[in-house]
């Protein structure tokens, strides 16, 4: 299959800013396309070893199966805040997904996006509509280990399984308190994730792109805000992303939503002709 990669600007992170940056049309011009085992009380364990209760979330997430989700990724664009929005469903134990990510409008507020299909696979990130100059029935191909961030803000959405594999790098966690979310009730964590940490204790299929992101971002580790129902699935996590781009600290808030927990998911992977290899505008 044809591999597609991004040009990257200097600077550490760079390439993970640039990208996402194109999703909102903002900042880059032309882009050429190229565990242990969870406790049988979580609540028990949570009260004895918070850090413990939200390692193991991504082990309870693939027990579980299935979810629906929802993204939402905030950054700061030319002085002006913008949010990507997404919505579809996560198989956690092949760790696929299908999404529909929704872009802002443009600064003045006149122009509609269409809203980017994203196809999540171990390694690989696939979207259609995805820019100026892609005809309507192809898709691009972006392989995530070799992106600086390893795809956790790349696609305008945080990969769901990658986003509860972090947290196995959780240290200097708190317990916050109980909190309901969306009518069920939550055990709220707050700490660091240290991505290095997170990356050898990743499971196969998402060590690369961890790997990838433990050298890319500027800061060694995440802050984030874990939510776990009384089963111990994670319902809702927000990580703080910091990275460098040509000497400025970037920051992107990037927060997953899961529920829905059982739905059938189906990703089917374009054929090899439906693949873009041309060139990518702004």
């Given at each position: 299959m044809v591999?597609h990669?991004?040009?990257?600007?200097?600077g550490r992170g760079g390439?993970?800013?640039?990208v996402?940056?194109?999703?909102?049309?903002?900042?880059?011009?032309?882009?050429?396309?190229?565990?242990?085992a969870?406790?049988?009380?979580?609540?028990?364990?949570?009260?004895?070893?918070p850090?413990?209760?939200v390692r193991?979330?991504?082990d309870v997430?693939a027990?579980?199966?299935?979810?629906?989700?929802?993204t939402?990724?905030e950054?700061a664009s030319?002085?002006?805040?913008?949010?990507?929005?997404?919505?579809g469903?996560?198989?956690f134990?092949?760790?696929?997904?299908r999404?529909q990510v929704?872009?802002?409008r443009?600064?003045?507020?006149?122009?509609?996006?269409?809203?980017i299909?994203?196809?999540?696979?171990p390694g690989?990130?696939?979207?259609k509509?995805r820019?100026a100059?892609?005809p309507?029935?192809?898709w691009v191909?972006v392989?995530?280990?070799?992106?600086?961030?390893?795809?956790?803000?790349t696609?305008g959405?945080?990969?769901p399984a990658?986003a509860?594999?972090?947290?196995?790098g959780?240290?200097e966690?708190?317990?916050?308190g109980?909190?309901?979310?969306?009518g069920?009730?939550v055990s709220h964590y707050?700490g660091?994730?240290d991505?290095?940490?997170?990356?050898?204790?990743?499971s196969?299929q998402?060590?690369g792109?961890l790997?990838?992101?433990?050298?890319?971002f500027a800061?060694d580790?995440?802050?984030?805000d874990a939510?776990?129902?009384?089963?111990?699935?994670?319902r809702k996590?927000?990580?703080?992303?910091?990275?460098?781009?040509q000497?400025?600290?970037?920051?992107?808030?990037?927060?997953?939503?899961?529920?829905g927990?059982g739905?059938?998911v189906e990703v089917?992977?374009?054929?090899?002709r439906d693949?873009?290899a041309?060139?990518?505008?702004?």
């Open positions: 591999e990669r991004y040009g990257r600007p200097h390439g993970a800013f640039a996402t940056a194109v999703l909102v049309g903002s900042l880059v011009g032309t882009v050429t396309v190229t565990g242990c969870a406790p049988d009380d979580p609540k028990a364990a949570a009260a004895t070893d850090a413990l209760a193991d979330a991504a997430l027990r579980a199966g299935t979810s629906k989700t929802g939402s990724m950054m030319g002085g002006t805040r913008v949010t990507i929005r997404g919505e469903s996560y198989d134990r092949r760790r696929t997904g999404l929704l872009l802002p443009d600064p003045a507020g006149t122009s509609e996006h269409r809203p299909t994203e196809l999540l696979t690989a990130l696939y979207m509509n820019g100059g892609v309507a029935d192809k191909r392989d995530t280990t070799t992106l600086d961030d390893g795809n956790l803000v696609g959405a945080t990969d990658a509860a594999e972090l947290l196995r959780a240290r966690v708190v317990y916050v109980e909190v309901e979310l969306a069920v009730k707050r660091v994730a991505i290095a940490r997170a990356a050898r204790a990743a196969p998402l060590r792109a790997t990838a992101a433990a050298k890319g800061d580790t995440v802050p984030f939510y776990l129902d009384g089963e111990g699935r994670l996590v927000r990580h703080q992303f910091s990275f460098s781009n000497g400025r600290t970037v920051a992107v808030a990037s927060t997953t939503l899961l529920y927990f739905v059938p089917v992977l374009p054929d090899r693949i873009y041309g060139k990518i505008k702004a």
